[in-house]
């Protein structure tokens, strides 16, 4: 396959894509702490169907998006960097192989020719075997946050506590008793993630799915994504609230950066994840305001790209699209502080400040100085352990 050069397209894009659909779990109020679950082929589907849309967005020389230069049906793996929280059971990182599945799908254009003249073709009718690099939880708080953060468990107390949760308590209350008999033995509790059950039951349990009132399931949805919405952000950018994102927001701006320059292979960077930092991401970067219909959960199988180009007068800029779920055909574009497009420069003016870029600095970030390998640092100089002395960050 020849790839086609163009002037126009896309330089690069760094994807954000929630993992697919999956077994039961269980998320601790209190803490968010959880384990992964396990894919079903409903979420193989899914995500090979988001690989396939995102394979006649970028890889379409066609599209207006196309990415210059990317290889478009064989698999050049340099121009890949895929990523994917591995903690507990294999759904997202089962999720990042049924993306890939889609995105570069089997193709006998891969066969090679050996020496003695036989021509080998990868099994499965040209299977093309994409690394990912698998994040486990013990390796790197990037992925995970929220989980043994103590000030976040500090941030679930206050926001439990808050009037505007109290209220929504006192509102839901009727539709939660309501639901008792639909929870099993689960905690019918505003804090708790009862959409997960009722979803879960409602799309596995065939008696579940012929007895469950109608409206239910959207109203658990609604509930859930109004809580969720209230925990994935911060009164400020920089709250712990916000912490899904602002874990990930290194690697999103130094692929961007990478992505500038002309020694750089990397044309697509895909993070496969959870659906904790599309919300902050959505608040930290004030695209609610524009739509604020996206302040909730992001379905199975949803993106965010933010798509790297250069304009007219050669600067870098950055566009975001978000596609909820399997569902939407939309790829909708998205604001960043009010604008489709802005610089990449001011998209890192805006957004460097509230980054946390090492475990060092997640460490300090959740007043954690035991879990998660904080355990290696030197607190001697931490503001709050030691409030005379000064940082050492
Ligand atoms: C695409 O390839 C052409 C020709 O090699 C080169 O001039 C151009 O800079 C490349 N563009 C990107 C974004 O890699
Ligand atoms: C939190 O969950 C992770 C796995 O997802 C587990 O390794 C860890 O021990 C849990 N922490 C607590 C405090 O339960
Ligand atoms: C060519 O090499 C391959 C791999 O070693 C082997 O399987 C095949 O039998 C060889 N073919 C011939 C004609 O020697
Ligand atoms: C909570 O409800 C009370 C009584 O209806 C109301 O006065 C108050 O403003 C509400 N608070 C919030 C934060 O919504
Ligand atoms: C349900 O959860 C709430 C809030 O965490 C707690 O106060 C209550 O005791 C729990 N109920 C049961 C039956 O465990
Ligand atoms: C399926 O749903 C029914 C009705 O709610 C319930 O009684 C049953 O325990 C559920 N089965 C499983 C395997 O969860
Ligand atoms: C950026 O490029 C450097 C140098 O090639 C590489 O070490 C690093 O892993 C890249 N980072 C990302 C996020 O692409
Ligand atoms: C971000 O989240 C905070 C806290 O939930 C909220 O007050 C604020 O309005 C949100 N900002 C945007 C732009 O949605
Ligand atoms: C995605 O769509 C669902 C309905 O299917 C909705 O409840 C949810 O709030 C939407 N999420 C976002 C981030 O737009
Ligand atoms: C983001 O929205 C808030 C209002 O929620 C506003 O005060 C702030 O100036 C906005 N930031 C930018 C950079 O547009
Ligand atoms: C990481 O963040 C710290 C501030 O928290 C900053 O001083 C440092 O330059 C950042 N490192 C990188 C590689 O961005
Ligand atoms: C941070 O954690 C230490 C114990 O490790 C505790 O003594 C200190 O009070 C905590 N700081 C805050 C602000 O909660």
Redesign the pocket.
Known sequence: MVNTTTTAGLIGVVLLARHGDRTAYYQDPNTYNSTQAYITPLGETQEFELGSFLRNIYLNPDSSSFIQNISTDVVNVDQLAVRADAGGGNVILNSAYALLQGLYPSTSKSEMT?A???TVLSPLGGYQYVPVESLEFWQSPALTSWMECEYFQYHLTRIYASSAFINMSTTAAPFLTALKPYLGGVNNSLTNMIYDHVNVQYTYNKTYYETLPPTFLEQARYYADWVQRNVFTDSAQNGVGQIPIRTLLPEIIWALGNMTKASNKVKMSIQEIDYKPFISLFNVTNATLADPDIAGIADYASVVALELSQNSQGQHEVSMKFKNGTESSQFRQLTMFGNTSITLDSFIHQLDTITINSTNNWCFSCNQTVLRGCSVFNYSNDPFLNPTATTNT
């Open positions: 050996l003695n003249g036989t």
